[in-house]
């Protein structure tokens, strides 16, 4: 990333030590959303659905959720970061962090994108299923 004016530097510190302070209000969280897809190099999400979840159990769905995001990143990162695990069967050297979101500006960005990524999908489940409250 290329900052032109000291003024500019000073808004892009300002927005991602917001991001990483995660001390982001709720109406501001979509917004830094679209900025971290953005200006991100990469991003991938993983979803498993709920019969693959009963089929292997959550922690291993979590993992397969985790495995096919890293499958999706181009260009393949030289090693990750992660948010206190270790992902099974992924080749990519593994740094586990614990309290990562809050040591690590691309783990606080991944958990920003994981969140806005769920919510969208509840939101979209509760036009199907409005008597469950998935929106709320």
């Known amino acids: 990333r290329i900052v032109r004016t000291n003024q500019e530097e000073i808004e892009v510190e300002y927005k991602y030590k917001k991001i990483f ?3 982001i209000k709720v109406d501001e969280i979509f917004y ?3 900025i ?3 200006e991100a190099v990469t991003y991938g999400i993983g979803i498993i659905d709920a019969a693959r979840i009963d089929e292997i159990n959550i922690l291993q769905a979590t993992y397969e ?3 096919e995001a890293v499958s999706k990143l181009e260009p393949v990162p030289q090693i990750l970061l992660n ?3 270790t992902i099974p069967d992924v080749t990519i050297p593994q740094v586990p962090i614990i309290k990562g979101d ?5 783990i606080a960005a991944a ?3 994981a969140k806005v990524t769920r919510d969208r999908m509840m939101v979209e489940y509760d036009k199907v299923m409005p008597e469950y409250g998935f929106a709320s």
């Open 111 to 113: 958990s920003i994108v």
């Open 65 to 67: 959720a985790m495995r």
């Open 83 to 85: 948010d206190a695990v």
């Open 102 to 106: 809050a040591k690590s500006i691309s």
């Open 21 to 23: 302070d995660k001390k």
């Open 36 to 38: 971290i897809k953005e």
């Open 32 to 34: 830094f959303f679209d």
